[in-house]
């Protein structure tokens, strides 16, 4: 059991543009797909509206402001913290996913212990940012750099583990 940060950046830091993915990249979405089913993701209130359904095969976390917000089928919490003690009675073996918004990543890189990164060899328009951090702090496990015929852009698939 991990806790894992999942994200799409490009060259200038951009990792979404009104509420949307600023690239259609097939191959980021078959790996997001593949890393985080039968695991559980957490994301904000406007990343789970932006994809309007709860995602399958995956326990779905909102974390949001909203004390009175239901979603049917997801589960939704007020705090970090109530998320990270949910995550620790949970029974099943399996790896907590930070997937987004900016806010959210802010508030978990501190707890991850791994981040898969799609690095963007572009820069892109967008008005929400991945948050800095200490590059030092991260060792690089494995890349594996493709090209998107569709987007003309080469992109690298990045795993890191806290040092």
């Known amino acids: 059991m991990s806790i894992k940060l999942i994200c799409a950046i490009s060259k200038n830091n951009v990792i979404g543009n009104k509420n949307q993915l600023p690239w259609n990249i097939s191959e980021d979405l078959k790996r997001f797909k593949e890393l985080t089913s039968e695991n559980i993701i957490v994301m904000g209130r406007k990343t789970f509206e932006s994809i309007g359904r709860p995602l399958p095969n995956r326990k779905n976390i909102v974390l949001s402001n909203n004390k009175n917000l239901k979603i049917e089928n997801v589960e939704v919490f007020n705090s970090a913290n109530d998320v990270l003690n949910f995550y620790k009675t949970f029974s099943e ?63 690298y698939f990045r795993d890191y583990v806290k040092i």
């Open 93 to 155: 073996k399996k790896d907590l996913f930070i997937i987004g918004g900016n806010f959210i990543y802010k508030l978990f890189l501190e707890y991850c212990d791994y981040l898969h990164i799609t690095y963007i060899d572009k820069d892109y328009e967008g008005d929400a940012f991945f948050p800095s951090l200490d590059w030092k702090e991260w060792k690089l496990l494995d890349e594996v750099k493709s090209y998107d015929e569709v987007e003309k852009v080469n992109f």
